[in-house]
């Protein structure tokens, strides 16, 4: 089918261009930069430079395969992918007196193709230290803000550069640029959808696995649920789901997971209580990332244990989406990492197990589809997304089995009052973090000394970027009152307004 392809020079946005691709229904690729294809791929229509952390000067920077114009194909830069763009053809690229970082106003020079139907002047993301100063002969400008060149075409409608970054919400008329670029420019056709997924994925698994047993690491959240799913689907009896009850875990979690599966018949799931062995390996640990490994590397060890009861089982199978890979770890290419997700940068390097990870090139929001067509409950589907390393991210500091219940009781208010007044399903992702301080208050006229927490809940479609939800006063009020009043051990409730980026949804 149709493809796009996108060469990963190190953004942390890069697989998020993928997804906003592949929401037009054209599939997209993502590659190293220095892993460009010597024989042309005439499925590729149109190819794109993601951004990057470094400057076109630096000594080590990534490079521009000049190969890529021999394909003939629209070639579109993005940030540092414009930027290399216009050092390649003898431009002029240098730092800037400012940082541009967040929102900016463009305003458009030229009504090319590229800005069909966008606005003469629009609200985008931007994110460089570097700018262009000068175009090459032959180049445009296209539009600009106040103190950058915003974006540059040259003169045969092949080549496009954009200073800012369209694939982040933060970019008002973001999508309607890429799907210009994809459908207008590239004439891109629209063959990608889920069900060629689930039937291609089907095909693959079965591929690796022939008669051989699987162990999924089956968490009741979206990503394993969805694993679970589409491995049973494929694989049936062939299938073993082990719940580990880590003690980490949201208020009477291990009941409504091992209630939860009614919906996926034979699916065979076995419950392993691990309370205790966390709790112990996670004593006096501070650091977020030291936790994260931790929790990952417990959880392989109790899986070989697990794995004593079923000496056929080769594969492991685990929920990983894109942004848990993007965000632990180098994927196709040099991004930067953000922080370990429990089952990518927690995985030992010596482990006996063949990992199998059906989910790791979707988004959320495309698992819920995903979930959806293989017909899991829509509660199911639609709840909101829980870590793997579950509260041990969200107590900051050490861990402690006092922590563990205060944080557990305080959740299950908030989490209760969003479903009682109608705001569960509209906000994508909440929770509340216990924060290692402690803050003076006063109960029935007599001094408290007790944990601070904070009330976190977003919006977003891809969970790359996400805003602060919009929750009403008198909500947020009736929430603190219930946590102070009830849960022994808080005496303070703030509310996070964070937006990511700058932050992360979680916490650590």
């Known amino acids: 089918m149709d493809k796009i392809l996108i060469l990963d020079f190190g953004s ?5 261009i993928s997804r906003r691709i592949r929401e037009m229904d054209v599939y997209s690729e993502v590659i190293p930069f220095h892993s460009f294809p010597k024989i042309i791929d005439p499925d590729v229509k149109g190819i794109i430079l993601s951004g990057g952390p470094e400057s076109v000067y630096d000594k080590d920077a990534p490079y521009l395969d000049p190969s890529i114009f021999d394909w003939n194909i629209p070639v579109l830069g993005i940030c540092y992918g414009m930027q290399l763009l ?62 950058s060149i915003a974006s540059v075409e040259d003169q045969l409608g092949k080549i496009f550069g954009l200073q800012f970054h369209p694939e982040v919400s933060h970019t008002q008329e973001g999508d309607k640029i890429l799907a210009n670029f994809v459908l207008k420019i590239c004439n891109a056709k629209q063959e990608w959808n889920v069900s060629d997924f689930i039937e291609t994925s089907i095909h693959e698994i079965r591929k690796i696995v022939q008669d051989q047993h699987v162990i999924l690491g089956l968490s009741g959240g979206v990503d394993s649920s969805v694993t679970a799913a589409l491995l049973h689907k494929a694989i049936g009896s062939q299938l073993t789901c082990i719940f580990i009850d880590t003690g980490l875990l949201r208020k009477e979690e291990a009941k409504e997971v091992m209630n939860g599966y009614g919906n996926l018949p034979n699916l065979d799931i076995e419950l392993i209580d691990a309370k205790d062995r966390f709790i112990t390996v996670l004593k006096g640990i501070t650091d977020p990332e030291q936790k994260r490994k931790i929790i990952g590397k417990t959880f392989f060890d109790v899986f070989e244990q697990a794995k004593a009861s079923h000496l056929d089982a080769v594969f492991l199978a685990q929920g990983t989406i894109y942004p848990d890979v993007i965000e632990s770890q180098s994927v196709h290419g040099p991004s930067a990492t953000i922080k370990s997700h429990h089952n990518v940068g927690g995985v030992p390097e010596e482990h006996s197990f063949q990992l ?14 995903l979930g959806l067509a293989l017909d899991l409950s829509r509660d199911l589907v639609m709840r909101h997304p829980f870590p793997g390393p579950g509260l ?8 402690t089995e006092e922590k563990v219940k205060i944080l557990q009781d305080a959740d299950s208010i908030f989490i209760e009052e ?37 009330l976190r809940s977003v919006n977003t479609t891809d969970f790359m970027t996400a805003n602060t939800s919009d929750l009403p006063h008198w909500f947020l009020e009736l929430v603190s009152t219930r946590i102070i009043n009830e849960v022994n051990g808080i005496n303070r409730v703030l509310y996070d307004i964070t937006t990511k980026p700058p932050g992360t949804i979680e916490w650590e």
């Open 392 to 399: 041990g991210i969200r107590i900051l500091g050490e861990i």
């Open 86 to 147: 216009m050092h390649h053809f003898g431009g002029i690229v240098e730092p800037t007196q400012k940082r541009e970082y967040g929102k900016s106003e463009i305003k458009l020079a030229y009504r090319t193709l590229l800005f069909d139907h966008i606005s003469s002047k629009s609200i985008v993301w931007m994110s460089h230290s570097d700018h262009v100063r000068k175009v090459p002969e032959g180049f445009k400008i296209t539009s600009a803000t106040d103190s």
């Open 418 to 454: 969003l479903r009682k007044n109608g705001y569960y399903d509209k906000v994508s992702q909440a929770f509340v973090t216990l924060l290692p301080v402690k803050t003076v208050g006063v109960m029935g006229d007599r001094r408290t000394y007790e944990y601070l927490s904070c």
């Open 12 to 16: 942390q946005y890069n697989q998020l």
């Open 356 to 369: 199998l990870e059906p989910l790791r090139m979707l988004f959320k929001d495309e698992v819920r589809r």
